[in-house]
């Protein structure tokens, strides 16, 4: 094959490497935020906000990601929500992971142990402290690798976001496929491209965990 | 000398679900004294224990901390509000069987953790004043440990520290050295007496008979959720009327002798 080709296409395919970065991390980060208010509301809130709150997951879940995509993008125009590619896809990839992390989170939570919070109770800490300072940190780390493995999921999932026309690497990479006719070659190349994205990640991932788990361990 | 707080505990009833786990408990723990709570297993010691600073709530009765009632704003009336509840509970101090400490933090982080969001005290003095604490517990070289790193008694220290640093008028200990290794149950119980010899009121869910016998004024004895008796050490362990009182001590020093 001709290497030229990747060199003539090099300015879009790096622009299209930022546009996945950057649409992993947002959706990564925005959806983990939304799922950790899904999870303390469920968690504190009365019966009638759990019960919204459950529906909200279990439509999200039993959805494909497209179909939401396609919701937002194209009928949200029709009730006056005109979104342009980019935000929609980093809208759509929040909401479609939202869920996800409310799950990770609702039951991390239920993995700290019910006396961690009742010493806080029992010396008068308000509830949010308790909330911020024992159930956050400690239920963050059992959920760590799970929290790793679903942005994992995410990576692979910001090349739908080319379906409605977000220029990521996806995008690109089709657009150089389809003027220069290497299919095989650009494609090959962005399933590696994800394969190390990936790699990348879970490394990164082991490493957090191990640091965050150091205090942990007992002494021998 | 600290300004010690009496409970009273009036008919008291407590179910988990049909399960009747506290009957008409009647029981009045005098300030600056230690109350030492015995009985068998699944008798409803933690129960009781716990109703005291509201953990666990009870369905009727009243309990008093100083004469004011706590979880309810009239007896058998509407929940009092949390903020009242929360300043209630600043002043009881409570020790658990697990330890309970935040494993992410310190020794000292653990003990400034009320200073800070219940005292309201800067993060400077809060940790000067967990210093403290910690010091008076022996621990004053074990400040920068987790949990993890201490021994279970070292653990368990830190916790009373956590409790005594937020100055409270009454203590409560649910077991404090069940689940310690034989031989660090003194230094956790040497910690107790002195808390006790400074006029602290203590009530200690224990089944440490030397404990009971040496160190408190009064031992109550519960038995399927009822009240059996209560009196002081010597008479209770050493000639008690009641025949489940007799057969418990049986037990206790069947196992202990062999
Ligand atoms: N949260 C709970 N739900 C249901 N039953 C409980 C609960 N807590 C305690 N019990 C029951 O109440 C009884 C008294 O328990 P507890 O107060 O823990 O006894 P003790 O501390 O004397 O061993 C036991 O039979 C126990 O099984
Ligand atoms: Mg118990």
Redesign the interface.
């Known amino acids: 094959m001709d290497v030229s080709i990747f060199a003539e296409y090099g300015p879009r395919l790096l622009s299209g490497f930022g546009l996945t970065i950057l649409c992993w991390l947002l959706g990564t980060v925005l959806g983990a935020a939304l799922g950790l208010l899904i999870a303390v509301a469920q968690r504190y809130g009365g019966r009638s906000v759990r019960w919204v709150l459950q529906t909200y997951i279990e439509v999200i879940r039993g959805t494909p990601f497209l179909v939401q995509l396609f919701l937002l993008y194209y009928g949200g125009p029709m009730i006056g929500l005109r979104l342009d590619p980019l935000p929609a896809g980093l809208l759509g990839l929040t909401i479609y992971g939202s869920p996800y992390f409310a799950e990770i989170f609702r039951s991390a939570f239920r993995a700290v142990p019910l006396g961690l919070i009742e010493a806080g109770r029992a010396i008068g800490m308000p509830e949010l402290a308790i909330v911020r300072r024992i159930l956050l940190p400690v239920g963050l780390v059992s959920a760590l690798p799970a929290l790793v493995n679903f942005s994992i999921i995410l990576t692979k999932e910001t090349v739908i976001l080319s379906i409605i026309t977000v220029p990521e690497l996806m995008y690109q990479t089709q657009y150089m496929a389809t003027m220069t006719f290497t299919y095989l070659e650009g494609y090959l190349a962005l399933a590696l491209f994800f394969w190390g994205f990936v790699e990348v990640i879970s490394r990164l991932g082991r490493r957090l965990e191990r640091r965050i788990t150091r205090h942990l361990i007992e002494r021998s | 000398m600290v300004e010690a707080s009496s409970v009273e505990i009036r008919k008291v009833n407590k179910y988990y679900g049909d399960f009747h786990a506290l009957k008409d408990i009647d029981l009045s723990i005098p300030p600056g004294k230690v109350t030492c709570l015995i009985g068998p297993s699944g008798s409803g010691k933690s129960s009781l224990l716990r109703c005291i ?1 509201f ?1 666990e709530e009870y369905d009727s009765g009243e309990v008093l901390i100083d004469g004011k009632l706590i979880g309810y704003e009239t007896p058998g009336g509407r929940r009092m509000s ?1 903020r009242k509840l ?5 002043t ?3 020790v ?1 069987q ?1 330890f ?5 933090m310190t020794a000292q982080e653990n003990v400034a ?2 200073l800070r ?2 005292r309201g005290l800067r993060k400077a003095e809060a940790m000067e004043r967990a210093a403290q604490a910690l010091d008076r517990v022996g621990l004053s070289d074990r400040m920068a440990n ?1 949990p ?2 201490l021994s279970g008694g070292q653990q368990q220290r830190v ?1 009373i520290a ?2 005594v640093a ?1 100055d409270p008028r009454l203590m409560l200990f649910d077991e404090p050295t069940s689940a310690l290794d034989p031989e660090l149950v003194g230094e956790v119980l040497n910690v107790m007496k002195a808390l006790a010899a400074g006029g602290m009121t203590m009530v200690v869910v224990t089944h440490e008979m030397g404990f009971a016998a040496h160190v408190a004024d009064q031992v109550a004895f519960l038995d399927a959720g009822e009240l059996v008796g209560v009196d002081a050490p010597a008479r209770i362990l050493r000639e008690p009327e009641d025949p489940r009182i007799q057969s418990f001590l049986r037990t206790y020093h069947e196992r202990n002798v062999i």
């Open positions: 600073n953990l949390r929360r300043q209630m509970r600043s009881i101090g409570m658990f697990q309970n400490l935040w494993p992410h953790e009320g969001r219940v987790h993890a790193r916790a956590r409790a937020m």
